[in-house]
């Protein structure tokens, strides 16, 4: 007997037309192979029309599998040869005493394929049945405690165990090549995922904001999305610094229309993006109402910079159940410490921007921007990259330093809630134009809500020379480390 894992694949897969089927089949015996390469798994994969077969060593690489796009459920079965229907029966009885030994339990036995092994299905359901019965409860055809599985094909049985639901959807590359807008968020990963569940295969567009830790944190979370969800694939993060398109923004164009303008840039870097890597679509994860550049007008105004067919995927569904999803699929921990960021919030954004007014403030901005900044990307891959390795040295701290300015970047009133002793305040976006004119005697120590936007202005405040670092965890951290601190 030897450990074997059985894939039942999903139904849009099983209901294809011959041909479609073969080819599906194809590519998800193909990421398979990559997912248990990627484990240093055993990679023989026996093919049925029903179900593929796959030897493992144990349990445990039951789990890598389940992670594939296309694949219904994945079980754990023994697997075992047999010479006729009182062998498989006596066999079968071996396995399955201990599970149904004083519980309710029923047998399911099918023959895979048509498989004719000279006995039918319902002869061993009464057979082994009758076997079990002695050391059983009883027989409980409709809600059993324990169900006694056993599949049969080419010979040989496999006695099913423990089951795996699996992601189901298309296989991954079966519907071309998309690029997805992501910030590190919950909802653009989640939406990323919902995609490539559809077939699709995404390479990212991140349009950084935050500086080096806003784009580590990004491709922290879309790694995860790439080493468990995307075998068969090798997906790409291009990273673009778009602080010089949201500089621009800010100059040409009055603040209740700078989220429109930039998420309309966003979209023209997607689409030169698109182009040169032959995407045929972009996703968001964009969602009705989420925020103010998301209501329906803003939407269509912000959709109108670009040609290129743009896919919602989260565009009906609550925050709080992309939360969820974005925890189940292994994102949410890191996205809840990336947060969400943007240098330009303003107090009061349009909610139903015109295109006239739009399209008149866009004429202050310079194209030749864009297209720089898209041309001098970073383009990493994901599956290799190794996010570490792209720290900034000795930014984060987790304790003040004597003598360093606290330095608080958040709002008046959650500042005036609490802040650290001596803290200094001053908003984010009014730090950002004064820190050229601090003292460079001095040392700094910044904090925000999350340490995200701490992090950047640290890092800016590096590179022109000054000594300053950000509170890693953000103002939750910070005022654990206080409060322990003597009075």
């Known amino acids: ?59 445990a690489g039951a789990d890598v599998l389940a992670r594939i796009f296309g694949f219904q459920s994945v079980a754990i079965a023994t697997r ?40 039918r299905g319902s002869e061993v359901d009464r057979g082994l049945g009758a076997a079990l019965l002695p050391g059983a409860a009883r027989v409980d055809l409709s809600h059993p405690e324990v169900t006694a599985r056993v599949e ?3 010979g040989v049985a496999h006695l099913i165990g423990e089951e795996r639901a699996g992601p189901a959807g298309l296989p991954l590359g079966v519907e071309g090549r998309a690029l997805a807008l992501v910030s590190g ?50 997906p790409r993060l291009h990273a673009v610094d778009f602080d010089p398109v949201v500089r621009g923004i800010r100059e040409c164009a009055e603040p209740r229309l700078w989220q429109i303008l930039l998420k309309r840039e966003m979209l023209r870097a997607a689409e030169r993006v698109a182009q040169e890597t032959g995407a045929l679509a972009i996703v968001t994860g964009d969602a009705v109402g989420q925020v103010s550049s998301q209501t329906l007008t803003n939407l269509a105004v912000i959709s109108e910079a670009t040609r290129i067919p743009i896919l919602r995927p989260l565009v009906g569904a609550n925050k709080d159940d992309i939360v969820r999803q974005a925890h ?18 303003p107090s009061k954004p349009a909610t139903a921007a015109k295109q006239a007014d739009v399209a008149a403030a866009e004429t202050g901005l310079d194209r030749a921007t864009l297209d720089a900044v898209v041309r001098d990307r970073d383009v990493l891959d994901l599956r290799e990259v190794d996010a570490d390795s792209r720290v900034y040295p000795e930014l984060e701290i987790s304790e003040l330093p004597a003598g360093a300015i606290a330095l608080d970047l958040r709002s008046q009133p ?37 340490g995200l936007k701490s992090a950047h202005l640290a890092e800016l405040m590096r590179e022109a020379g000054f000594r300053a670092h950000h509170f890693r965890g953000g103002t939750r951290a910070l005022r654990r480390w206080v409060e322990k601190q003597p009075a």
């Open 1 to 59: 007997m030897e450990c074997t894992a059985v894939v039942r694949l999903s139904g849009e897969v099983s209901t294809k037309a011959r041909a479609t089927r073969r080819e599906f089949v194809t590519r998800l015996v193909r990421n398979a192979k990559d997912a248990l390469a990627s484990e240093g798994l055993p990679t023989q994969i026996e093919r049925s029309h029903e179900r593929l077969y796959v030897p493992l060593p144990d349990a």
């Open 80 to 119: 075992t040869p047999f010479t006729d229907l009182a062998d498989l029966i006596a066999r079968a009885t071996r396995h399955f005493e201990p599970a149904v030994a004083g519980r309710r339990f029923a047998v399911r036995t099918r023959l895979i394929g048509g498989e004719k092994p000279g006995f």
């Open 185 to 234: 968020g919950f909802d653009s990963a989640v939406a990323s995922w919902q995609m490539l569940r559809r077939g699709v295969n995404l390479d990212y567009l991140f349009c950084n904001l935050g500086g080096r830790s806003h784009e580590l944190g990004t491709l922290r979370v879309m790694q995860e999305v790439a080493k468990r969800w995307s075998y068969g694939v090798r």
């Open 414 to 450: 959650e500042f005036a809630s609490w802040h650290a002793p001596g803290a200094v305040h001053l908003k984010f976006v009014s730090a950002l134009e004064a820190y050229r004119s601090f003292s460079k005697e001095s040392s700094y120590v910044l904090y925000c809500e999350h």
């Open 152 to 154: 049969v094909h080419h």
């Open 328 to 345: 189940a699929i292994g994102t949410g921990a890191l996205s809840a410490v990336v947060a969400e960021y943007c240098a330009i919030v």
